[in-house]
């Protein structure tokens, strides 16, 4: 049947995923909100250049800080997950070797930033 | 597929580097190697929460010589990143896309994450007492 089509009407039949437009979309949200916090965090960290272990822990025990730091990691590394999966796309030939490295990829990003955050939260909730 | 053979569009290596095409792929690569400072400040929260003897071995390693330069060029890499990321947010709402406003947000970016970076490194000194 498909011998009776042209290749590009089989292309339009395939239609699109319809997932281009939230990656691209998602990708910018996170971009904007990565540029609030990771400045807040920036100027944080330079401020706390030089500061104990006590003042450290004082500091993440914030209920702000706490939230922010959550809210950082979270948004970081699902930031990280879109910019490296777009380049794996581009790089990686093989078809099995890509959807290996992705599902890879979306493991350790998704391991990382749950380190992050419990991290901070055993801090700010630990005794 | 086409069977017919039909002319390519010039690929990279016809066109002579410029601005515009060196930024492009630094915002990719400054990408990639901000990744490794996110993996930094994981390991730092997860020292933080380890203990006082994690959390010394973390400040050990990141203030000596080595860590300091391997940060430092990690801030770099992100402040270039945030500065090429911002100018890629105003493209994409369809300003600064002739060749003149786009070299020079393109400069602008450059210039702004150098001033960033030192401006930080220079707080980050100061708050520490060392200069």
Redesign the interface.
């Known amino acids: 049947m498909s011998k009776f089509r042209t290749?590009i009407a089989t292309a339009r039949g395939l239609g699109s995923a319809r997932s281009g437009a939230r990656h691209w979309m998602h990708q910018?949200v996170t971009?904007?909100i990565n540029?609030l916090l990771?400045l807040w965090?920036?100027g944080s960290?330079?401020?706390?250049?030089?500061a104990g272990?006590a003042d450290?822990?004082w500091w993440?025990r914030d209920p702000i800080v706490t939230v922010l730091?959550v809210l950082l990691?979270a948004n970081?590394?699902y930031h990280?997950r879109l910019?490296?999966q777009v380049?794996i796309e581009d790089y990686v030939k093989s078809d099995g070797t890509k959807a290996l490295s992705l599902i890879l990829l979306t493991m350790v990003t998704l391991v990382?930033?749950l380190?992050?955050i419990?991290?901070?939260l055993?801090?700010s909730f630990?005794g | 597929m086409a069977s017919t053979r039909r002319p390519l569009s010039p690929h990279l290596q016809i066109w002579r580097w410029g601005l515009h095409m060196a930024l492009s792929i630094a915002h990719r690569t400054t990408g990639v190697g901000s990744s490794l400072g996110a993996l930094i400040i994981v390991w730092g929260l997860v020292a933080i929460a380890a203990g006082p003897d994690s959390f010394s071995t973390f400040k050990m390693v990141t203030t000596s010589l080595l860590g300091r330069i391997v940060l430092f060029g990690i801030t770099l890499s992100m402040m270039l990143h945030m500065c090429t990321g911002v100018r890629h947010l105003v493209m994409d709402t369809g300003r600064a896309l002739d060749i003149k406003t786009n070299r020079q947000t393109g400069i602008l970016a450059i210039v702004a994450a150098i001033v960033l970076t030192l401006g930080l490194w220079v707080a980050a000194y100061w708050f520490a007492g060392l200069i």
């Open positions: 290749p910018r971009a904007v540029l990771l965090f920036a960290v330079v401020s706390l250049a030089g272990y450290i822990i993440v730091l990691i970081l590394f990280i910019g490296l380049v990382l930033a380190l992050g419990v991290s901070v055993k801090v630990g």
